[in-house]
């Protein structure tokens, strides 16, 4: 079987956006919740240094996450270029949910609360400052991470559903 270059587009879109909603996912089940069950300095810290791996720029997790952005923008003009009626529909949907449903929120939320986290000095906190620094993080970060989550499995579902028609 030989796939064209759309074909080929949105599966490695699939691959891509599947990994990152993985990523996401476990976040939102696991790591979170797990984190959770720490003491306030504790938790900031455990989130500092989760957050520190990706922020060194970790070779496979910026290949998988800018790779995911740039193969839903591929798939998006390519599908714009190929496809007409609802397999358009499909592409356009997955593809504007993704950038716009998982992209855009992390730019614009989750990655200046992982930013201030870092430039936190956690060890000069008391108590009273930590239990504040991490109910300003904790609540909005895990919103926009469950609204990333949802987003970013209704999208591959729209990308498999093209792929099948």
């Known amino acids: 079987m030989i796939l064209d270059p759309l074909q080929v587009s949105i599966v490695i879109s699939i691959l891509l956006s599947s990994l990152v909603s993985g990523l996401l996912f476990g976040f939102a089940v696991v790591v979170m ?32 996450w800018a790779g995911s952005i740039f193969s839903a923008i591929t798939t998006l003009v390519l599908g714009v270029m190929n496809l007409t009626g609802g397999q358009l529909y499909l592409v356009s949907g997955a593809s504007g949910l993704y950038l716009l ?9 989750n990655i200046p609360l992982n930013n201030t986290l870092q430039n936190l ?17 904790e609540a909005p970060w895990n919103r926009w991470n469950r609204f990333r989550t ?10 498999l559903l093209l792929l099948l028609s």
């Open 101 to 109: 449903g998982v992209q855009l929120p992390t730019f614009r939320f």
């Open 33 to 64: 919740p797990g984190l959770a069950k720490l003491a306030d300095k504790d938790f900031l810290f455990a989130f500092k240094h989760i957050d520190g791996i990706i922020q060194n720029n970790q070779p496979l997790f910026i290949l998988v």
């Open 121 to 137: 000095d956690i060890e000069a906190l008391n108590e009273s400052e930590a239990a504040g620094a991490r109910a300003g993080f």
């Open 150 to 159: 949802v987003s970013s499995i209704f999208s591959v579902s729209l990308l």
